[in-house]
């Protein structure tokens, strides 16, 4: 199978809803999918990247930039050829720097190519264990308790298995008191920071300890696994990394200095599901539970993320929500929460197409980039 062209698609999707994390608030999913086309069928994956360089350095602008100028010329030696090496692919990108979630997304528009070609899915593919996954959810920073415990309970009704709060300095304590008072000790409860605190703040924090919180994710800054050992060693509540695992060597730094006992593991951050399954791996073999993070993904991100939260080191509920979390209209067939679960797809490759009328609706330009 040759690669005969990458188109760049930019789109733009209404959340059903604002979302507010301590780094800002979305209105908007503004992303890039990327389409990778061989003369039989086409593969695609989705770049987890935001508007602003505000959860990490990457927004979805340089990842359009890099693509072009480096990651997909780069290739072209490659996927000239048919069949391609992913590994070579997965070589050739590590030559730049950086650029995680635009080097996932091309890897990941591959990787759907290549599999459909062969009629392999991607879940059997990275060795999916489960034919469907349990749910959690992550729910934003709110205007007051009473806005948040309703939200809380509809998420509950639905059949979440797990509820994520985002807190930040002022949203912390008194939402997750009310959340744990109202839902009671059964509730798989946790708390997203998204690095709004410091070291200074390790007595504060410690003030969530008694509710019994699954963990507590990323409550420092992203290039500070030093500190995060220190804070972890004055918590109860076990630290899970989100933002500061970029591959499995920071993994591995992370779990040798003893920066987090559990890894959010979201394949944009870390360069790909190949990527993914070494962080897997290295964790499952350290004892240390991962679970799949999100990003507002549409369908086509979701499907892959399915894939990956099969695996059977996963044993936390992921940010794996119904397509009903985030829009009205996906660009796929949507996800439908199931008793809390998540299929996971069972096509070839991803397993999910867009669905061209609907995402030609919501894209803002494409570029092809011939090979
Ligand atoms: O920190 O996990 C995060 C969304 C965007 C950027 C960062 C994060 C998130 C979420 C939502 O928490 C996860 C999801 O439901 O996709
Ligand atoms: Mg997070």
């Given at each position: 199978m040759k690669i005969t062209g990458i188109e760049l698609r930019r789109i733009?999707?209404?959340?059903i809803a604002p979302f507010r994390t301590s780094f800002g608030t979305e209105h908007h999913r503004d992303t890039l999918l990327v389409r990778a086309v061989t003369p039989d069928t086409e593969g695609w994956g989705e770049c987890a990247a935001m508007t602003a360089?505000?959860?990490s350095p990457e927004y979805t602008e340089t990842?359009?930039?890099?693509?072009?100028r480096y990651l997909v010329p780069a290739l072209s030696p490659h996927l000239a050829q048919a069949p391609f090496d992913i590994n070579a692919v997965n070589r050739a990108l590590r030559r730049y720097r950086g650029h995680q979630m635009a080097k996932s997304a091309l890897e990941t528009a591959l990787l759907d190519a290549g599999l459909r070609t062969t009629g392999q899915s991607l879940g059997s593919y990275l060795g999916a264990a489960v034919p469907a996954v349990p749910c959690g959810v992550s729910v934003g920073i709110m205007s007051s308790v009473p806005e948040?415990?309703?939200a809380v309970d509809d998420y509950v009704g639905q059949g979440y298995r797990r509820i994520k709060l985002k807190i930040e300095?002022?949203?912390?304590?008194?939402p997750v008191r009310a959340v744990r008072e109202r839902f009671g000790p059964d509730l798989l409860?946790?708390?997203?920071?998204?690095?709004a605190?410091?070291?200074?703040?390790?007595?504060?924090?410690?003030k969530l300890d008694p509710f019994d919180l699954l963990l507590i994710e990323q409550p420092l800054a992203d290039d500070d696994l030093v500190q995060h050992a220190q804070l972890a060693r004055r918590l109860s509540t076990p630290v899970c990394l989100d933002e500061s695992v970029h591959s499995a060597e920071h993994a591995a730094a992370a779990i040798t200095l003893g920066s987090c006992s559990i890894i959010n593991i979201k394949p944009g951050r870390v360069g790909g599901y190949l990527e993914a399954r070494r962080i897997h791996d290295l964790a499952r073999a350290h004892g240390v539970a991962v679970w799949c993070g999100g990003m507002l993904e549409t369908g086509i991100g979701r499907a892959a993320n399915l894939a990956l939260a099969a695996l059977p080191g996963f044993t936390l509920p992921g940010d794996t929500s119904a397509s009903s979390r985030y829009y009205t209209t996906d660009?796929?067939?949507?996800?439908?929460?199931?008793?809390?679960?998540?299929?996971?797809?069972?096509?070839?490759?991803?397993?999910v197409e867009p669905i061209m009328e609907l995402l030609d609706e919501v894209t803002v330009s494409t570029e092809w980039i011939p090979l």
């Open positions: 733009t999707m209404p959340l360089p505000l959860y990842a359009i930039d890099v693509l072009r948040l415990l309703d300095p002022g949203w912390d304590l008194a409860l946790q708390a997203d920071a998204n690095a605190y410091t070291l200074a703040d390790a007595p504060h924090l410690a660009i796929t067939a949507p996800f439908v929460l199931q008793d809390g679960h998540l299929p996971v797809p069972t096509g070839p490759g991803i397993g």
